[in-house]
């Protein structure tokens, strides 16, 4: 509606509520009163900063691929790495839009929701040149798991493998691997796995791996002071516990907070800050249903289980999680952004302190959303099932 049409309205609705008290008062009090008024009256009518944002964002096809792109990370002289969930990692040289595969990857088992999954470099990688990868691994009986893979990069291929983690015990399940990988300011490796389609035996005990958010030092050994080093039979390279499937995870750029998103059931998809020996809940809070539409818990909060910083219902199928540090997004500084598969969308959060204080669309015609990660040209690069990875440009 145009503004004029608006104002004329609004002045209609002025007369016809007899707002004359306000008639008398200074104009800047008036502007005081007015504005909650007016917002309250025409809230639908306005568009606001993200609907705005969202018409001006264009995505620009930066590498196409007809795979499933999974993991991105940046080496120092500006090529891009990217893992393909059949158990490629190809390098997209900087300035080009060919790329090249990359050797000496581990035997990865590529199924349902399970593959070559993320990848994350040292912090140190320009002195050290170790990459760490996420992937599914296969026992000889063929059942599965999510491990943790680290190797030194030459630029072509990959040298001095070694898992550093593999979750016990291996199954035949095909789904909620995880997994993301993430560095904080001191080293530590953060990374996630799902609850491995078996709600009602992993999560909650910390006596098995699978849903859960470990923490190991880079070369996978295991601080003495993670939460449950002292506890008896418990997996040690537990950080937090209860979590369904993680799949988004990043470093918070000035307190250095791993934060992460889970897929949840119908109707639960979750925000969390990342904090030591905490219990997430799963399965025994939920603002989730199953998909089948049944309930399996009436509870949302419980004492001793955190609250999510932000839920979506409906579900929007989360993957990937980047926070905005750079300038070429007007006021998006601080804020996080989370790729949906389900709806091909970017959603953009905004910060206050650790709360997220909003969730807005601001990108919505996209298709599956894998990955979100702002480059080290401050652009932010979109990874979508089938296409390739787009650059989005505020135009
Ligand atoms: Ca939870």
């Not at 493998?161 to 997994?179: L, P, W």
Request: glycine share 10%; charged share 20%; net charge positive.
């Amino acid at each position: 509606m145009p503004l004029l049409k608006q104002i004329k309205l609004l002045k209609i609705k002025l007369l016809s509520i007899k707002l004359l008290s306000i008639k008398l008062l200074s104009i800047r009090l008036r502007k005081k009163l007015l504005m909650p008024f007016l917002a309250c009256v025409f809230m639908p009518f306005f568009v606001n900063s993200a609907e705005v944002t969202k018409t001006k964002l264009v995505s620009q096809l930066y590498w196409a691929d007809s795979g499933i792109p999974w993991g991105m990370a940046w080496i120092p002289n500006g090529d891009l790495l990217i893992t393909l969930r059949s158990g490629e990692l190809k390098v997209v040289k900087k300035g080009s839009d060919s790329a090249e595969s990359v050797t000496g990857l581990p035997k990865v088992v590529a199924g349902g929701q399970g593959g070559l999954l993320d990848i994350a470099l040292h912090p140190d990688y320009a002195n050290n040149a170790w990459l760490y990868l996420s992937y599914v691994k296969a026992d000889n009986k063929g059942n599965k798991s999510t491990a943790i893979m680290r190797a030194k990069f030459d630029g072509k291929s990959l040298s001095e493998q070694e898992d550093i983690y593999i979750a016990q015990a291996y199954s035949k399940k095909n789904s909620h691997f995880g997994s993301r990988l993430a560095f904080d300011n001191f080293g530590y490796l953060y990374f996630s796995i799902g609850d491995r389609g078996q709600r009602d035996i992993n999560p909650q005990d910390i006596t098995r791996d699978a849903g859960k958010v470990y923490r190991l030092y880079d070369d996978g050994r295991i601080p003495d002071d993670n939460p449950f080093v002292k506890t008896n039979g418990a997996k040690t390279a537990i950080y937090s516990y209860g979590h369904r499937n993680p799949q988004g995870m990043a470093k918070h750029p000035i307190t250095g907070d791993i934060f992460s998103h889970e897929h949840g059931p119908r109707g639960g998809d979750e925000v969390n800050l990342i904090a030591k020996g905490k219990n997430y809940g799963w399965p025994v809070i939920s603002y989730g249903i199953n998909y089948s539409g049944t309930v399996f818990t009436d509870l949302t909060k419980k004492q001793g289980m955190e609250q999510p910083l932000w839920y979506w219902d409906p579900s929007i199928a989360p993957s990937g999680m980047t926070f905005v540090t750079s300038d070429k997004y007007p006021n998006w500084q601080g804020n996080i952004l989370v790729g949906s598969l389900k709806f091909g969308q970017v959603f953009m959060l905004t910060l206050d302190g650790n709360q997220v204080v909003k969730a807005e669309i601001v990108k919505d015609d996209l298709s599956r959303v894998r990955n979100i990660k702002q480059g080290p040209d401050g652009y932010i690069y979109v990874a979508v099932d089938g296409q390739g990875i787009y650059r989005l440009i505020l135009e």
